[in-house]
């Protein structure tokens, strides 16, 4: 296909302007409804990808459409029985009492358009603030980088002979020797030079050479001696990273279905993507339980389904093991996120296992029970009970939910009935600072 342009044209100038006046209204767009926005599907299941597309709300694809029902009475640019500066193309307004009953055209319309993940997580800052976290200083390691020219010395190889630090050493030498062979044999500058060069640099032998009236035809210049010569020393450039893991605990019996795990992916996928922005290393470790508490990929967690019982108190336990084994507290920033619906056979030894956790001084330990409206498996709530039973909590009620706070162990709880809850309960765990006691 040809292309053809011309510099007198506008139109360029004009499809920019409008492209950048939609965009402006895209972004206008996900701004008001950013709530939603992250909640989508779409996002959720993106796979290693820049970018996502996501559905927008409230904007028009404007396009023509051609009618297959023209008539000739009817068609025509101009056509029709209008007059001068009458308002066209509105829908009129049924007069009060004719409604025609339920219609069967869809109620609004909306576009897909791609955005990087980087810019949703920008919106969501502007929205949010930057996230608070509660670093350990000392939870750091070091990362080579590759190699560097840290120093210089006196000693070294001819491949790293620094020149510039070499002739300024010779430069300040000869300077020196020169002015104390002119104050001793009272001759010019340029002989002084070309004596020195005779005598290798030999103070001594140059002040002889002058008065014995021995220069040769040596040309003027700087000697450079072996101790004018300075290497470059290569060492290992290192740097510190701060290691942050999340150790995600899931409840996969029967009652966690697809609703739910859809809502528990939700609240991980944004917290670990916030984590990424905020440390160098971030790993993920995924736990799934239902009587037994298991290591598994990430697919399998969130597309895994068991049934049988549920004891919470499992995935606790393996977390615990995980952090003494492979994230001791001294070299990693811990957090800890369990999602379950609040079902639990022995809710008092999850509690006890619970605290053997957050005596740990882990950095967070966030559990978010999805409770949905007419769940017919949940509503139970035992584990929830038997938490605020043991410890005492802050509460907020927000959005028609519950989020609970104990800062003293950094323990975090919020409900989640449907996807709008995603987004507070990450301001929740992430963006609210904890009070120090």
Same mark, same amino acid.
């Given at each position: 296909m040809t292309i053809i342009y011309h510099d007198s044209w506008e139109m360029s100038e004009r499809g920019k302007s409008d492209a950048a006046r939609h965009q402006k209204k895209i972004d206008s767009v996900i701004r008001k409804n950013v709530q939603d926005v992250i909640g989508e599907e779409s996002i959720i299941t993106q796979k290693d990808g820049k970018t996502v597309k996501i559905p927008v709300k409230g904007l028009r694809d404007y396009r023509f459409i051609y009618d297959p029902n023209d008539d000739e009475e009817k068609s025509g640019v101009g056509q029709g029985d209008f007059e001068d500066g009458q308002i066209i193309g509105q829908e009129r307004k049924s007069k009060e009492g004719e409604g025609s009953g339920a219609g069967n055209e869809p109620g609004g319309e909306s576009m897909e358009t791609e955005v990087p993940i980087d810019y949703l997580i920008e919106i969501m800052f502007d929205d949010l603030g930057l996230p608070y976290m509660d670093e350990k200083t000392k939870a750091k390691n070091l990362v080579p980088k590759g190699w560097k020219f840290e120093s210089i010395t006196?000693?070294?190889?001819?491949?790293?002979?620094?020149?510039?630090?070499? #002739?300024? !050493?010779?430069?300040?030498?000869?300077?020196?020797?020169?002015?104390?062979?002119?104050? %001793?044999?009272?001759?010019?500058?340029?002989?002084?030079? $070309?004596?020195?060069?005779? *005598?290798?640099?030999?103070?001594?032998? *140059?002040?002889?050479?002058? &008065?014995?009236?021995?220069?040769?035809?040596?040309?003027?210049?700087?000697?450079? &001696?072996? @101790? &004018?010569?300075?290497?470059?020393?290569?060492?290992?450039?290192?740097? /510190?990273? %701060? @290691? *942050?893991?999340?150790?995600?605990?899931?409840?996969? %019996?029967?009652?966690? &279905?697809?609703? $739910?795990? /859809?809502? *528990?992916?939700? #609240?991980?996928?944004?917290?670990? !993507?916030?984590?990424? $922005?905020? /440390?160098?290393?971030? !790993?993920?470790?995924?736990?799934?339980?239902?009587?037994?508490?298991?290591?598994? @990929?990430?697919?399998?967690?969130?597309?895994?389904?068991?049934?049988?019982?549920?004891?919470?108190?499992?995935?606790?336990?393996?977390? @615990?093991?995980?952090?003494?084994?492979?994230?001791?507290?001294e070299e990693w920033n811990v957090y800890c996120m369990y999602l379950s619906d609040g079902d639990d056979f022995d809710p008092n030894k999850t509690v006890r296992s619970i605290k053997t956790m957050l005596d740990k001084k882990i950095n967070m330990l966030g559990y978010t029970e999805i409770s949905l409206e007419g769940d017919p498996w949940g509503g139970d709530h035992a584990l929830l009970r038997a938490i605020t039973e043991k410890w005492s909590f802050t509460k907020k009620k927000e959005l028609g939910t519950l989020f609970l706070r104990n800062d003293e162990n950094h323990f975090l709880i919020s409900m989640i009935k449907n996807k709008k809850h995603v987004y507070p309960s990450l301001r929740h765990f992430l963006f609210e600072p904890v009070q120090k006691q």
């Open positions: 006196k000693k070294g190889i001819l491949p790293r002979l620094h020149k510039k630090k070499t #002739m300024i !050493e010779a430069i300040k030498r000869s300077v020196m020797f020169q002015s104390e062979i002119i104050e %001793s044999t009272g001759c010019s500058e340029e002989d002084a030079q $070309k004596a020195l060069i005779q *005598a290798d640099g030999d103070i001594n032998d *140059a002040i002889n050479i002058i &008065d014995e009236g021995r220069l040769s035809g040596e040309e003027a210049g700087i000697f450079i &001696d072996d @101790n &004018d010569l300075r290497f470059k020393q290569i060492e290992q450039d290192v740097e /510190y990273h %701060s @290691n *942050a893991v999340v150790l995600a605990m899931m409840d996969t %019996s029967g009652s966690m &279905d697809t609703r $739910k795990k /859809y809502l *528990a992916r939700s #609240m991980l996928f944004w917290m670990v !993507e916030f984590l990424k $922005k905020t /440390y160098d290393n971030v !790993e993920i470790r995924f736990i799934q339980h239902t009587t037994e508490a298991h290591i598994v @990929n990430e697919d399998d967690f969130f597309k895994k389904s068991d049934m049988g019982g549920t004891l919470c108190h499992t995935a606790f336990d393996k977390a @615990n093991y995980l952090i003494d084994t492979e994230y001791p507290i």
